[in-house]
């Protein structure tokens, strides 16, 4: 309809009824859109709420009688499970903030930069490519001997120039776009970064893939291109597709093992699934966590727990506190009954430090840590499950 509307040969007045039509449709459409996604927000939000609130042991090991209240370092106990811990660190923190970076590099074994890897952060412009930030970050982690997670490649939002760009006047640029910022910044960071979130949250909550800037001026195959670029680029990094409330059974997660079959039926090099794991968006229980980690396992695909957090709905009380520990608890304990999942990785250092709050408002003290960078009963549950060890069937 609009390519009719601004089809300059055919005369003005039929033009513009197709216009006005063109602009009715939009506008229609846009709204159904703010309507649906309001909707299914909101809904998720109040089953997360709602299912937070009747969590209960599923295991002995949910017990939180059992759980000692001893401290050790997590990446000591990860290390003795055979997993790797990590966390999303501020950046410019991680390097001029001494108690910061000493906090992290006793804690975890891995490290990823919050948003200092992210499309905007190191390609601000399409000719333009920032490192200083990111590469003072990547050594400073490196020379503490921590492992470092690339986040993200590509992901919908890109930056700001690709979101407004006028792609449709330059067929294939887009592409070459795409291709240049993956091959520049894997090729960049070569030997530095173990694993690559190449391609992140592509797949839609209610339907095939989410419809964005590179699914409409590249088609659906940016993601196989997107893991080719990165595989040629860096031959020895790990290339994983990260994605959330895809940890459970539910029609998304299905999507997800669908995706990365087709991707392997293809011959695309991808390695890893991330699992973002923020908790609020999905409550699985353990059998179904353990069911979706095997499904994934079986495509013989590694698996990282790569953003794990998990608001408390206010008000926040004690019994809340207990069952959000329980959570995490039966986290680790899922992974560890998979050998395919092999990094459990926490969005943000502590409570002070995380998007929770800022985004949701009804969720508070996310993380194992507090303010204060002290231990809280969710880290003494997660020792206690690190410290089981792996328990294969
Ligand atoms: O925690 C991140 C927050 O500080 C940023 O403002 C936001 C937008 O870049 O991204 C947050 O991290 C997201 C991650 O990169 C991908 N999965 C969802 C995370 C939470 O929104």
Same mark, same amino acid.
């Given at each position: 309809?609009?390519?009719?509307?601004?089809?300059?040969?055919?005369?003005?007045?039929?033009?513009?009824?197709?216009?006005?039509?063109?602009?009715?449709?939009?506008?229609?459409?846009?709204?159904?859109?703010?309507?649906?996604?309001?909707?299914? $927000?909101?809904?998720?939000?109040?089953?997360?709420?709602?299912?937070?609130?009747? %969590?209960?042991? &599923?295991? +002995?090991?949910?017990?939180?009688?059992?759980? +000692?209240?001893?401290?050790?370092?997590?990446?000591?106990?990860?290390?003795?499970?055979?997993?790797?811990?990590?966390? *999303?660190?501020?950046?410019? &923190?991680?390097?001029?903030?001494?108690? #910061?970076?000493?906090?992290?590099?006793?804690?975890?074994?891995?490290?990823?930069?919050?948003?200092?890897?992210?499309?905007?952060?190191?390609?601000?412009?399409?000719?333009?490519?920032?490192?200083?930030?990111?590469?003072?970050?990547?050594?400073?982690?490196?020379?503490?001997?921590?492992?470092?997670?690339?986040?993200?490649?590509?992901?919908? $939002?890109?930056?700001?120039?690709?979101?407004?760009?006028?792609?449709?006047?330059?067929?294939?640029?887009?592409?070459?776009?795409?291709?240049?910022?993956?091959?520049?910044?894997?090729?960049?960071?070569?030997?530095?970064?173990?694993?690559?979130?190449?391609? @992140?949250?592509?797949?839609?909550?209610?339907?095939?893939?989410?419809?964005?800037?590179?699914?409409?001026?590249?088609?659906?195959?940016?993601?196989?291109?997107?893991?080719?670029?990165?595989?040629?680029?860096?031959?020895?990094?790990?290339?994983? #597709?990260?994605?959330?409330?895809?940890?459970?059974?539910?029609?998304?997660?299905?999507?997800?093992? @669908?995706?990365?079959?087709?991707?392997?039926? &293809?011959?695309?090099? /991808?390695?890893?699934?991330?699992?973002?794991?923020?908790?609020?968006?999905?409550?699985?229980?353990?059998?179904?966590? /353990?069911?979706?980690?095997?499904?994934? *396992?079986?495509?013989?695909? &590694?698996?990282?727990?790569?953003?794990?957090?998990?608001?408390?709905?206010?008000?926040? %009380?004690?019994?809340?506190?207990?069952?959000?520990?329980?959570?995490?608890?039966?986290?680790?304990?899922?992974?560890? *009954?998979?050998?395919?999942? %092999?990094?459990?990785?926490?969005? $943000?250092?502590?409570?002070?430090?995380?998007?929770?709050?800022?985004? #949701?408002?009804?969720?508070?003290? +996310?993380?194992?840590?507090?303010?204060?960078?002290?231990?809280?009963? +969710? #880290?003494?549950?997660?020792?206690?499950?690190?410290?089981? $060890?792996?328990?294969?069937?």
């Amino acid at each position: 309809m609009w390519r009719r509307c601004d089809n300059n040969l055919i005369p003005i007045d039929k033009r513009l009824r197709w216009c006005i039509n063109a602009a009715h449709d939009e506008t229609a459409q846009m709204f159904f859109k703010y309507l649906l996604g309001r909707f299914v $927000g909101t809904w998720i939000l109040l089953v997360s709420m709602w299912s937070f609130n009747w %969590t209960t042991p &599923e295991a +002995p090991s949910e017990q939180p009688e059992t759980w +000692p209240l001893r401290e050790l370092p997590l990446k000591v106990a990860a290390a003795r499970a055979g997993i790797d811990i990590g966390v *999303a660190a501020r950046a410019s &923190e991680f390097v001029n903030d001494a108690t #910061y970076a000493t906090f992290i590099t006793s804690q975890f074994s891995m490290v990823v930069a919050e948003n200092a890897m992210k499309f905007q952060a190191l390609h601000p412009h399409p000719v333009t490519y920032r490192f200083d930030r990111a590469d003072a970050f990547v050594d400073r982690a490196r020379a503490a001997g921590l492992k470092v997670r690339g986040h993200t490649l590509i992901w919908y $939002g890109g930056a700001k120039w690709v979101r407004e760009g006028e792609w449709d006047d330059q067929p294939g640029a887009l592409e070459q776009a795409m291709l240049d910022h993956v091959t520049t910044v894997v090729g960049h960071f070569r030997g530095r970064v173990c694993c690559w979130d190449v391609v @992140n949250e592509a797949i839609s909550g209610y339907w095939g893939l989410r419809r964005n800037v590179w699914t409409k001026h590249i088609g659906q195959d940016f993601i196989a291109k997107a893991f080719r670029a990165a595989h040629e680029a860096d031959p020895d990094a790990k290339l994983f #597709y990260n994605d959330f409330r895809v940890e459970g059974l539910r029609p998304k997660a299905d999507r997800l093992v @669908n995706l990365i079959s087709t991707l392997q039926a &293809e011959g695309v090099p /991808i390695h890893g699934v991330g699992l973002q794991a923020h908790m609020h968006f999905s409550l699985p229980s353990r059998d179904e966590l /353990i069911a979706q980690l095997d499904r994934l *396992a079986a495509l013989g695909v &590694e698996i990282h727990l790569t953003e794990v957090d998990l608001g408390i709905p206010k008000p926040v %009380t004690n019994g809340k506190r207990i069952k959000q520990a329980i959570r995490y608890r039966r986290l680790v304990d899922a992974c560890l *009954a998979v050998p395919a999942c %092999t990094a459990i990785v926490f969005w $943000g250092t502590d409570d002070s430090r995380s998007w929770i709050p800022y985004f #949701y408002k009804n969720f508070a003290e +996310p993380l194992p840590f507090d303010a204060d960078l002290r231990p809280k009963l +969710p #880290y003494y549950a997660i020792l206690d499950g690190l410290l089981a $060890g792996r328990r294969l069937p």
